[in-house]
């Protein structure tokens, strides 16, 4: 089970910390994702980060803004968002894969947690 929270409302130019909590998953086993699905699109990979979190890959959109991190004791993985923009706007989901580098083909997914920024 993957449970995605720390979204909410926020100005343009504020920060937000996502945070995804894993259980049943051999956490260490899977490299962790996140993904985003703004109103009328598809769903766009966002950040991603290795198995021991030496690693991570982000989308364009993303890079020099969010920060992707683990903990593999607290089964968790945080996308720090900062100098958002109204466009950010969307539900943010987490999700595990087997592979990294990998923009598509997760195994597991979250619920969603809605982030929304204002102009």
């Known amino acids: 089970q993957l449970q995605a929270s720390g979204g909410g409302l926020v100005q343009a130019g504020g920060s937000l910390r996502l945070s995804c909590a894993v259980s049943?998953?051999?956490?260490?086993?899977?490299?962790m994702g996140w993904f985003r699905q703004a109103p009328g699109k598809e769903r766009e990979f966002v950040a991603s980060?290795?198995?021991?979190?030496?690693?991570?890959d982000f989308a364009d959109s993303a890079k020099g803004r969010f920060t992707i991190s683990r903990d593999n004791y607290k089964n968790t993985v945080d996308l720090q968002m900062n100098s958002l923009k109204p466009e950010d706007t969307a539900v943010y989901y987490c999700?595990?894969?087997?592979?990294?580098?990998?923009?598509?083909?997760?195994?597991?997914w979250g619920q969603g947690t809605q982030v929304t920024v204002s102009s």
């Open positions: 980060i290795s198995w021991s979190g030496g690693s991570a």
């Open positions: 999700a595990a894969t087997g592979m990294f580098g990998a923009r598509s083909h997760y195994d597991y």
């Open positions: 049943g998953l051999t956490f260490i086993s899977y490299c």
